[in-house]
């Protein structure tokens, strides 16, 4: 009989990159790289789980930028031929290796994933959310949503309205893409301020996340820690506090398992290593070295790095699978032993961290979810709603406001270099508000441009830009998209009230911001 | 809202009507703001100048072969332009024209405002306050309102921070955690009075630690308690929870710059530069060339490989220390002919 649930959360997320204007962006090799290296990895886990029969439960937060870029035709058709270039410059590399084996083996066996990520993708009708669907609808997984354009939910307090859309819009878009409407949300950055929940139930949401302070601050003292769940005051959202022990085991730099000198090197890519004129045509086309994914190195530990053997790196994964899934019921019998009663431990990551940061991770939590399966009986793995539904009765408290950013609240994205932003992103808010306000039914021209309008606002409103701003490097890009996001959304502004909407320039921006095409601009009220 | 609109539409509709009339820019530009620059981008094609009438009364000033230009530049005018295409600005208006004061929590202890006034709202207080407007100093005033409906006057206590003449946004130490604040931005007069210009919204910062309020039905005693909250911080069950707290900050510094959404790879060049002060690094590369027939076959240490159509062929190895022999063997297409050269590469690094 088991003693304790654990509960892994995956969260993914990229900001909505998309530029049809430019042949070549840098920035949406944010999206190609994350598809090669962590969602179609872990795809691949999960197909390979299924067909293996292997009972396991995952919770996963697809943000709503995210799923719109994996279902937008042009990225795809663009993901499509950077894999195509992937390939070509992996067949190149098996050939210069030649006369080292340990690096051929390498280029060898990156040539077969990418051949691979190729043929998942198109398997999948090039729309991977099809396959996380499916894991869905297998009961095997359940995805959450998060907000429409992962806003940072505690900076945008004084925009209700805002929070509103947020949350709203990013339901609407999950239940058109999933098929049925989200139980639980990812709050971005698990940003939370006591009250939200309440726009969260007004959605439908039944549970959140938060960091561990955001349970174990909330008042009354949540008896439990963050070992259970509790209810919000006022609204019974359910709230889900981060365990820090076992989230430490996976993401610290110092005892975090990606750090072992077996594992692959991040920073060392042939985009960066190998000669130029060679590496050109797989590089911006502007001559900047970029990552291209293919890397020879381990970590090692020192700055002589070593060539990186895989098979050694797999035992290793399996090895640290083992040791997380002892520490896990060790945790648990201590806690069941503790609590009287069977904990919930809640171990929360950047999908992002699988793959694309640790090579190894998708292997990682392949190896742990079977060890689950077959080798012991202490743990069960659960998804929230199963949770809620075995165990109705929790205790009632207000969560604290908290976050799991840098330093547990707001720092990372209220600082010097971002705190400019807030007073254009509450302005474009409130004016969204008289917008709505004096347009309350329209249609055709005005009803585009007020739907352009809020799309414009979201976007404004991600805090991937704060977060850039905040951490010092190639802030240029974060800067500008937020410049011309609230730019447009002024010039919007005016023509509508000025009843003198240019409907090229329209057309052109609709067409440029083309997230969420059935959004309804009331929402923002 | 509609009347304004219709105002507008008014206005509109009056301009359009003038321009029938007399298309003389001066005209437009007095009627509105919007239809301004359109005119104004019409003169200054065809006249290089500010407005028509500028180069009308100074026609002595006229520069050599000018008209000419204007000539022609108006030969090619199309009239497009009368609503020419509005230039999306570059940068973020500097204000909005309001009254506003936004406060917001960072942390615990700290709060950020930021603030905007109104143009005519300070010429309406240089007007009230005459010469003292000039002799007081800007203020904040931070009121602890913490569980009560704040009127102005029923704050538990408040403090006043002095701030840069010109400032517009300010971090401040609340100096208490788990407390409500209101912020108003004004003016201390010489005599002490305060004079309020915006005042901002409530908020409230989250306690530093955990909660003193316990829930009857959910009792737990104080030591148990503790010691779950220390494996909440993960450092196991003895730690007392100070001290998680430090070590926790010091994670999180890490934990949330690794959080970022695809941005490791963004900062890799740059991490790279920075870990290393002075390094080299050296390799070799063979590139193995030749020509055949087009249509032979070619193998290079054994292995076939691909011809261009010319017949041309390029190979690139990594060339690691040590000898490398290297047959190339050609076969005619009839396969009546074989040539086999060899050469031979040993690198050797020292």
Known sequence: MHKGYLCLVLHGHLPFVRHPEHEDFLEEDWLYEAITETYIPLILVFEKLLHDKVDFRLTMSLSPTLMSMLMDGLLQERYSKHISRLIELAHKEVERTRWQHEFQSLAISYLNNFCLARDTFEKYGRNLINAFRSFQDAGKIEIITCAATHGYFPLMDVCRSSLRAQVKVAVAHYEKALGRKPAGIWLPECGYVPGHDEILRESGIRYFITDSHGVLHGTPRPKYGVFAPVYCKGTGVACFGRDLESSKQVWSSIEGYPGDYFYREFYRDIGFDLDYEYIKPYIHPDGVRINTGIKYYRITGSEDKQPYNPHIARDKAAAHAGNFMFNREKQVEYLFDFMKKKPMILSPYDAELFGHWWYEGPSWLDFLIRKIAFDQKTIRMITPSEYLYENPRNQVITPSLSSWGWKGYSEMWLQGANDWIYRHLHETSFKMNELVKSFSNTDGLARRALNQALRELLLAQSSDWAFIMGTGTHISYAVKRTKDHILRFLRLYEDINGNSIDQEWLSDIENKDNIFPDIDYRVHQ | ?350
């Open chain 2, 1 to 350: 809202m509609t009347i304004i609109r219709r105002i507008k539409a008014k206005l509109k509709e009056m301009v359009e009507k003038n321009k029938k009339i007399s298309p003389t820019p001066k005209t437009a530009v007095t009627a509105s703001r919007k239809t301004a620059p359109a005119t104004k981008s019409i003169s200054e094609r065809i006249f290089g100048r500010k407005t028509t009438k500028q180069v009308q009364e100074r026609p002595k000033q006229e520069f050599l072969g000018e008209t000419e230009v204007s000539v022609g530049k108006a030969k090619f005018y199309t009239g497009q332009v009368v609503r020419a295409p509005r230039v999306m600005p570059q940068e973020l208006p500097y204000q909005y024209d309001r009254d506003r004061n936004i406060l917001q929590v960072r942390d615990p202890w700290w709060l950020h405002c930021y603030w905007e006034v109104r143009t005519a709202t300070w010429e309406r207080l240089k007007y009230e306050l005459k010469d003292d407007f000039y002799r007081a100093q800007k203020v904040l005033r931070v009121y602890d309102v913490t569980s009560i409906i704040f009127d102005g006057t029923n704050a538990h206590r408040f403090f006043d921070i002095q701030i840069n003449e010109h400032a517009t946004n300010w971090y401040i130490d609340s100096g208490g955690s788990g407390r409500s604040w209101c912020v108003d931005y004004g003016l201390l007069l010489p005599d002490g009075r305060f004079i309020t210009i915006v005042r901002s919204n409530t908020v409230t910062t989250p306690i530093e630690g955990p909660s003193w309020i316990t829930d009857e039905e959910w009792m737990i005693p104080e030591e148990m308690f503790a010691r779950l909250y220390g494996m909440g911080f993960g450092l196991g069950r003895s730690s007392p929870v100070g001290k998680a707290w430090q070590e926790r900050v010091r994670r999180q510094l890490y934990s949330g710059a690794m959080a970022s959404p695809g941005l490791a790879s963004m900062a890799s060049p740059v991490k790279k530069a920075k870990e290393r002060k002075f390094w080299m690094v050296v390799n070799t590369e063979l590139i193995l060339y030749g020509a055949t027939e087009p249509d032979a076959t070619v193998y290079v240490q054994d292995r076939e490989i691909k011809l261009r159509p010319d017949g041309t062929f390029s190979l690139r190895f990594a060339l690691p220390d040590g000898k490398q022999v290297i047959p190339v063997k050609g076969i005619s297409a009839d396969r009546q002919e074989e040539r086999v050269i060899t050469p031979i590469v040993t690198r050797e690094t020292k």
